[in-house]
């Protein structure tokens, strides 16, 4: 997936990334689960019940999750694969047909 993000946005990404010695990806995940927090009660119910369970699913499921499922799910399932150390990278790409 390829994002395109204004020039001002991609640096203050930057400068947290360099910060928490983290990478721009990484930054860019925790923005984005943040901004989709479960606590939100604005997501469907069925939505926040996929998402909850996210922290209790195997490495394969989570896999399956984030190729499969809609963008606030594949970005937890992302997120959860990340700190339990996977390269999340090749899900990352952009898709060539």
């Known amino acids: ?3 395109h993000v204004p020039h001002v946005l991609y640096t203050c990404l930057e400068e947290c990334a360099r910060q928490t010695r983290r990478s721009v990806e990484d930054e860019l995940i925790d923005v ?3 901004a989709f927090s479960l606590a939100d009660d604005r997501l469907p ?3 926040v019940s996929v998402l909850s369970s996210l922290e209790t699913m195997p ?3 989570l896999w399956q999750v984030a190729r499969d499922s809609h963008l606030l ?3 937890e399932a992302l997120a959860r694969l990340k700190e ?3 390269d999340i990278t090749p899900l990352l790409e952009p898709i060539t047909a």
């Open 59 to 61: 490495d394969d499921a």
């Open 1 to 3: 997936m390829t994002v």
């Open 32 to 34: 984005l689960a943040e």
């Open 73 to 75: 799910v594949r970005v």
């Open 45 to 47: 119910k069925d939505t």
């Open 84 to 86: 339990r150390g996977q």
